[in-house]
Protein backbone atom coordinates (compact mmCIF):
# COMPACT_ATOMS: atom_id res chain seq x y z
CA UNK A 1 0.00 0.00 0.00
CA UNK A 2 1.36 3.37 -0.70
CA UNK A 3 2.20 5.83 1.52
CA UNK A 4 0.47 9.30 0.65
CA UNK A 5 3.09 12.56 1.30
CA UNK A 6 1.30 14.46 4.31
CA UNK A 7 0.07 17.52 2.89
CA UNK A 8 1.58 21.32 4.57
CA UNK A 9 -1.78 23.13 6.30
CA UNK A 10 0.00 26.10 6.03
CA UNK A 11 0.53 25.66 2.11
CA UNK A 12 -2.88 24.42 1.91
CA UNK A 13 -4.06 28.19 4.01
CA UNK A 14 -1.60 30.09 1.81
CA UNK A 15 -3.94 28.49 -1.03
CA UNK A 16 -7.19 29.53 0.62
CA UNK A 17 -5.54 33.16 0.80
CA UNK A 18 -4.30 33.24 -2.51
CA UNK A 19 -8.36 32.27 -3.51
CA UNK A 20 -9.40 35.19 -1.68
CA UNK A 21 -7.06 37.67 -2.76
CA UNK A 22 -7.18 36.64 -6.49
CA UNK A 23 -10.97 35.85 -6.48
CA UNK A 24 -12.98 37.02 -3.34
CA UNK A 25 -14.45 35.15 -0.12
CA UNK A 26 -16.90 34.30 -2.12
CA UNK A 27 -15.22 32.15 -3.82
CA UNK A 28 -13.09 29.93 -1.30
CA UNK A 29 -14.59 26.76 -1.68
CA UNK A 30 -12.78 22.87 -1.08
CA UNK A 31 -12.71 22.69 -4.76
CA UNK A 32 -10.87 26.65 -5.57
CA UNK A 33 -8.26 26.04 -3.13
CA UNK A 34 -7.62 22.49 -4.34
CA UNK A 35 -7.10 24.36 -7.18
CA UNK A 36 -4.86 26.47 -6.40
CA UNK A 37 -2.68 24.48 -4.39
CA UNK A 38 -2.64 21.52 -7.71
CA UNK A 39 -4.05 19.06 -5.11
CA UNK A 40 -7.10 17.15 -5.21
CA UNK A 41 -10.49 17.63 -3.25
CA UNK A 42 -9.52 14.84 -0.76
CA UNK A 43 -6.52 16.42 -0.09
CA UNK A 44 -8.10 19.51 1.58
CA UNK A 45 -10.76 17.45 2.78
CA UNK A 46 -8.50 15.17 4.52
CA UNK A 47 -6.88 18.02 6.85
CA UNK A 48 -9.90 20.85 7.30
CA UNK A 49 -13.36 18.50 6.64
CA UNK A 50 -15.46 21.42 4.70
CA UNK A 51 -14.79 24.84 4.10
CA UNK A 52 -16.05 26.24 7.83
CA UNK A 53 -13.22 24.42 9.47
CA UNK A 54 -11.04 26.12 6.80
CA UNK A 55 -12.17 29.39 7.64
CA UNK A 56 -11.74 28.20 11.32
CA UNK A 57 -7.85 27.18 9.99
CA UNK A 58 -7.47 30.52 8.54
CA UNK A 59 -8.70 32.60 11.18
CA UNK A 60 -6.70 30.74 13.74
CA UNK A 61 -3.76 31.17 12.17
CA UNK A 62 -4.01 35.31 11.21
CA UNK A 63 -4.89 35.25 15.25
CA UNK A 64 -1.55 33.42 16.38
CA UNK A 65 0.31 35.45 13.25
CA UNK A 66 -0.73 38.60 15.15
CA UNK A 67 -0.39 37.60 19.05
CA UNK A 68 3.01 36.77 18.10
CA UNK A 69 4.47 40.19 16.42
CA UNK A 70 2.11 41.54 19.41
CA UNK A 71 4.52 39.96 22.01
CA UNK A 72 7.45 40.22 20.21
CA UNK A 73 6.84 43.90 20.11
CA UNK A 74 6.33 44.37 23.86
CA UNK A 75 9.52 42.30 24.77
CA UNK A 76 11.88 44.60 22.31
CA UNK A 77 10.31 47.85 23.69
CA UNK A 78 11.71 49.00 26.83
CA UNK A 79 10.60 48.49 30.58
CA UNK A 80 7.61 50.04 31.27
CA UNK A 81 6.26 50.63 27.65
CA UNK A 82 2.37 50.70 27.18
CA UNK A 83 0.30 48.26 26.04
CA UNK A 84 -1.24 50.36 23.17
CA UNK A 85 2.29 51.13 22.21
CA UNK A 86 3.42 47.40 21.87
CA UNK A 87 0.12 46.82 20.24
CA UNK A 88 0.82 49.55 17.56
CA UNK A 89 4.34 48.35 16.49
CA UNK A 90 3.51 44.54 16.38
CA UNK A 91 0.15 45.43 14.91
CA UNK A 92 2.09 47.04 11.90
CA UNK A 93 4.90 44.63 12.03
CA UNK A 94 2.39 41.85 11.04
CA UNK A 95 0.57 44.02 8.16
CA UNK A 96 3.55 44.48 6.55
CA UNK A 97 5.82 41.39 6.82
CA UNK A 98 2.34 38.89 6.36
CA UNK A 99 0.31 41.86 3.98
CA UNK A 100 -0.79 39.01 1.31
CA UNK A 101 -2.63 37.42 5.23
CA UNK A 102 -3.94 40.84 5.88
CA UNK A 103 -5.18 41.56 2.01
CA UNK A 104 -7.43 38.58 2.44
CA UNK A 105 -8.49 39.13 5.67
CA UNK A 106 -9.46 42.24 4.83
CA UNK A 107 -11.25 41.23 1.97
CA UNK A 108 -12.73 38.35 3.14
CA UNK A 109 -14.24 40.26 6.02
CA UNK A 110 -15.53 42.81 3.45
CA UNK A 111 -17.66 40.11 1.41
CA UNK A 112 -19.44 38.55 4.80
CA UNK A 113 -21.35 40.01 7.83
CA UNK A 114 -20.58 36.96 9.68
CA UNK A 115 -17.02 37.61 9.12
CA UNK A 116 -17.16 41.37 10.28
CA UNK A 117 -19.02 40.46 13.19
CA UNK A 118 -15.70 37.82 14.03
CA UNK A 119 -13.68 40.31 13.05
CA UNK A 120 -14.97 42.44 15.42
CA UNK A 121 -15.19 40.38 18.16
CA UNK A 122 -11.63 39.47 17.64
CA UNK A 123 -10.45 43.20 17.77
CA UNK A 124 -12.55 44.15 20.78
CA UNK A 125 -10.60 41.16 22.61
CA UNK A 126 -7.36 43.26 21.27
CA UNK A 127 -8.54 46.16 22.69
CA UNK A 128 -9.09 44.85 26.46
CA UNK A 129 -5.81 46.88 27.47
CA UNK A 130 -7.55 50.07 27.00
CA UNK A 131 -9.81 50.95 30.12
CA UNK A 132 -12.20 52.49 29.48
CA UNK A 133 -12.32 54.55 33.20
CA UNK A 134 -8.60 55.22 32.45
CA UNK A 135 -7.94 59.32 32.18
CA UNK A 136 -6.00 58.52 28.88
CA UNK A 137 -8.62 55.89 27.68
CA UNK A 138 -9.68 58.11 24.39
CA UNK A 139 -6.45 58.86 23.27
CA UNK A 140 -5.77 55.03 23.31
CA UNK A 141 -8.65 54.12 21.24
CA UNK A 142 -7.94 57.11 19.03
CA UNK A 143 -4.34 55.69 18.10
CA UNK A 144 -5.81 52.26 18.15
CA UNK A 145 -8.32 52.70 15.39
CA UNK A 146 -6.36 55.49 13.61
CA UNK A 147 -3.51 52.30 13.22
CA UNK A 148 -5.42 49.97 12.52
CA UNK A 149 -7.36 52.38 9.36
CA UNK A 150 -4.19 53.44 8.10
CA UNK A 151 -3.00 50.20 7.85
CA UNK A 152 -6.00 48.50 6.38
CA UNK A 153 -5.71 51.65 3.98
CA UNK A 154 -2.22 50.65 2.69
CA UNK A 155 -2.89 46.62 2.64
CA UNK A 156 -5.59 46.77 0.57
CA UNK A 157 -4.16 50.14 -1.65
CA UNK A 158 -6.87 52.47 -1.25
CA UNK A 159 -4.43 55.30 -0.54
CA UNK A 160 -1.19 54.63 -2.76
CA UNK A 161 2.36 56.25 -1.20
CA UNK A 162 5.60 55.82 -1.41
CA UNK A 163 7.07 53.49 1.55
CA UNK A 164 8.91 56.36 2.91
CA UNK A 165 5.30 58.45 2.36
CA UNK A 166 4.08 55.41 4.87
CA UNK A 167 7.05 55.28 7.12
CA UNK A 168 6.30 58.97 7.43
CA UNK A 169 2.38 58.66 8.54
CA UNK A 170 4.11 55.93 11.24
CA UNK A 171 6.41 58.01 12.50
CA UNK A 172 4.14 60.95 12.97
CA UNK A 173 1.91 58.43 14.67
CA UNK A 174 4.58 57.10 16.79
CA UNK A 175 5.45 61.34 17.76
CA UNK A 176 2.04 61.76 18.95
CA UNK A 177 1.02 58.57 20.99
CA UNK A 178 4.90 59.44 22.51
CA UNK A 179 3.45 62.70 23.50
CA UNK A 180 -0.34 61.22 24.66
CA UNK A 181 0.05 58.06 26.47
CA UNK A 182 2.29 57.72 29.41
Do not use: C
Not at 37 to 61: H, M, T, V, W
Not at 172 to 182: A, P
Amino acid sequence: MARYKKLDKDQLLDAAEKVIRERGGHALSIRSVAEMAGISKGGIQSNFGSRDALLEGLFERWSKDFDWYIEKARKEMPEGTSELKAFLHGSRNVHLEKSDRTKALLILMSDSAEYRRFSQDWLAERMRFIETDAEDSRNQRFFFVLNEALLALMSIGLISLPEHQWDEIFEDLDKLVGDKIK
